[in-house]
């Protein structure tokens, strides 16, 4: 019972990380929903404009450019929602004539969208956003109650009157009870806001799919580009390495075979020297087999594995990992080379005072989240490793989002899928 007393404060640590960090997932979430219904309030308005000038007649010059303003909103929709889960993938440019618009099934699906989002999505992200600022600022109410005039007490959301401390007191006790809902629910509040793009701007089944084609076309490139560098990757290693070592090997044992009759201490020498240099040569091969698929992933699974590489990082780095069964062999590769670059860059890169990895299986999908405190900055184009690694991640159709801001904290977050 001793020993498991450190584990009830670590994991109450944990859950309430990971509820303050889905909280804040959400309010980005529905700060940049608030956001498009506001462009989709715009194009719903020029949309509605536009029909009834049409009724004049003098709509029908700027008809055209009604479609075209609803697939520009919508497809920022569909960018901002594939950021933060499954992509969507989008049609082409929307039709010209208005005809061949209208009898567009993803344009039809979008102008649906555009007013859904426009009118009841406007209202309910304006909502969602307006509970966090409330509790903020009935929280802080006491703080700066005084400073209003006399008529403005009034103004705080409440029914009553505010005259003293402990009216104001009141107050605050009424914003950490909003605060508490927005926490209970604000991640439901974010998936709401988003359902209706995830349902009216997906794929059709009439929907040109030579964008994903396309894309997946440039991913199996990519794939094939690693899988090449790889080879000369271990093409270099054996001949540079283990190559080497095997020939000096063989030359020592030719000149032991040779001195021992005529030198038997010096063939002794030799002999020693040859075994170093084949026991090197094997350290060299078994470098190389755990480049391609580490045997850590069969004897210890993927929590071993990655706990091995969290033990040999130059930073101090927690693992935290709750995958029920296995996953396909190359899903845990994947998961544990990326793992693998991303402690190397913190180590080098980061200054970070410590680091976390944690991997969850939600579904057909394996969560992999790999964090740090230091001072930000990775960029992808950089030389920092995160363009490999995102070519490894996409070979599998994966996913990858860097969040690292100048100043930190780094975030780096991988979905793969693993089946069902």
């Known amino acids: 019972m001793v020993a498991d007393g450190p584990e009830i404060p670590r994991r ?29 309030f715009v194009a719903m308005a020029w949309g509605t404009a536009v029909a009834l000038l049409c009724v004049v007649g003098v709509g029908f010059l700027v008809a055209p450019s009604v479609p075209h303003a ?10 901002r929602l594939s950021r933060w889960g499954p992509e ?16 567009d099934t993803g344009v039809r699906r979008e102008l649906c969208w555009v007013f859904v989002h426009g009118t009841v999505g406007l209202a ?42 402990s009216d104001a007191l009141l107050v605050t006790i009424l914003g950490l009870g909003l605060a508490a809902v927005f926490v209970l629910l604000a991640p439901a509040m ?7 793009g995830r349902r009216l701007l997906a794929a059709t089944s009439d929907t040109d799919l030579s964008l994903r084609v396309a894309e997946l076309s440039a991913t199996r490139a990519a794939a094939l580009d690693a899988h090449a560098t790889e080879l000369r990757r271990i093409e270099r290693s054996l001949h540079d390495g283990a190559q080497n070592r095997l020939v000096g090997v063989t030359v020592l044992l030719g000149a032991t075979r040779r001195a021992l009759d005529r030198d038997p201490a010096g063939a002794l020498v030799m002999l020693e020297r040859a075994q170093d240099a084949a026991e090197q040569a094997l350290a060299e091969l078994r470098t190389v087999v755990r480049g391609i698929l580490p045997p850590v992933l069969d004897d210890r699974g993927l929590a071993g594995a990655l706990a091995g590489l969290a033990a040999n990082c130059g930073v101090p780095c927690q693992v935290d990992v709750d995958v029920p069964g296995r996953c396909a062999a190359s899903v845990e590769a994947t998961a544990y080379f990326v793992t693998a ?20 299986r939600q579904g057909a999908h394996l969560r992999l989240r790999i964090e740090d405190d230091g001072v930000g900055g990775a960029d992808a ?3 920092s490793g995160i363009a490999g690694i995102r070519g490894r991640i996409e070979a599998h159709d994966g996913h990858l989002t860097l969040t690292s801001p100048p100043g930190g904290p780094t975030t780096l977050d991988v979905e793969l899928p693993c089946g069902s």
């Open 341 to 360: 670059e991303a402690l190397t860059n913190v180590s080098r890169h980061s200054r970070a005072r410590r680091a976390q990895v944690t991997v969850r």
């Open 381 to 383: 184009g950089g030389g």
């Open 124 to 165: 309910f992200s304006a909502l969602a956003i307006t509970l966090p600022i409330s509790s903020v600022q009935d929280i802080t109410y006491p703080l700066w109650w005084r400073f209003l005039p006399p008529p403005d007490t009034e103004l705080t959301g409440v029914s009553w009157r505010v005259d003293s401390d």
């Open 12 to 40: 109450t640590g944990s859950a309430f990380s990971e509820r303050a960090r889905a909280v804040l997932d959400a309010l980005e979430h529905l700060v940049g929903g608030l956001g498009t219904a506001l462009l989709a």
């Open 70 to 79: 609803v697939r520009a909103v919508a497809s920022r929709e569909r960018a």
């Open 190 to 196: 974010a998936r709401l806001q988003a359902w209706p």
């Open 88 to 103: 969507i993938i989008g049609p082409g440019p929307a039709p010209s004539r208005v005809r061949d618009a209208l009898a």
